[in-house]
C-alpha cells in the first residue's frame, strides 16, 4: 500500500497492555515509531511468535491516517492527539533509558510514596527504588515482579518533569535494600 509521501505502509501488531490483559489490533502505518506517535499508552510488537499468534485472532485493523478508529482505539488516539501539542510531548520517546521520580498517593490500597523507576524504551521497569513515608527503601526489579506492563508512555508530555538523573537514580539503589529497611 503506497501513502503519504509515496511511503509505504506496513501492518504492526499493538498492544495496549493494561497489567492483567490487554487489547490488540492491527495498525497500518509507515513505521512503528509512527504507531507509537499516534496512538497513546500501546506497544508495537515484533515478535514474529506473537505475529503469527495474532494472525488467527481476526483483530480489527486500522489505518493511522484513517478518520475514525476501532473502538478502544480511538480513545487512545483522542488522547494523543491531545498531548501532541503539549511542552515536552514525545521528550523521552527516543531514549533508551528514562530515569524517573513518580509519587504515588495511596489509591488502590497501596500505601503513599516515591518510586524512583529505571525506564527501558519500551515503557516498562528495569530497576524500582521504592522511598516509603516512614523512610524505609525498597529496591525492586524485574525477578519481584509477577507482572512488568509498560508503565510509561514515553510519548507523555507530563513525564519530562518527572526526570531524574542517573546519578540520583544509582545513589538511591545503593542505599535501597531488597527488604526494605535502610542501609
Do not use: C
Not at 503539549?86 to 528514562?98: E, M
Amino acid at each position: 500500500m503506497i501513502s503519504k509521501g509515496g511511503s509505504t505502509k506496513q501492518r504492526f501488531l499493538i498492544l495496549h497492555d493494561y497489567g492483567m490483559g490487554g487489547s490488540w489490533w492491527w495498525v497500518r502505518a509507515r513505521s512503528a515509531r509512527e504507531v507509537l506517535g499516534t496512538f497513546a499508552e500501546v506497544e508495537v510488537i515484533e515478535t514474529s511468535e506473537a505475529i503469527e499468534q495474532a494472525a488467527a485472532w481476526n483483530l480489527e485493523e486500522a489505518d493511522v491516517d484513517a478518520p475514525s478508529m476501532p473502538a478502544g482505539l480511538d480513545d487512545l488516539h483522542a488522547k494523543r492527539q491531545k498531548q501532541r501539542h503539549l511542552p515536552g510531548f514525545g521528550a523521552l520517546a527516543d531514549r533508551t533509558i528514562v530515569y524517573l521520580r513518580r509519587r504515588w498517593d495511596g489509591d488502590d490500597g497501596v500505601d503513599p510514596a516515591v518510586y524512583l523507576m529505571e525506564i527501558g524504551s519500551d515503557g516498562r521497569r528495569l530497576r524500582q527504588v521504592e522511598l516509603t513515608e516512614d523512610g524505609d527503601t525498597l529496591k525492586s526489579d524485574p525477578d519481584d515482579w509477577t507482572f512488568n506492563p509498560p508503565v510509561v508512555d514515553l510519548f507523555d508530555p507530563e513525564l519530562k518533569d518527572l526526570e531524574i538523573s542517573r546519578d540520583e537514580f544509582e545513589a538511591a539503589w545503593h542505599r535501597a535494600s531488597k527488604d526494605g529497611r535502610d542501609l
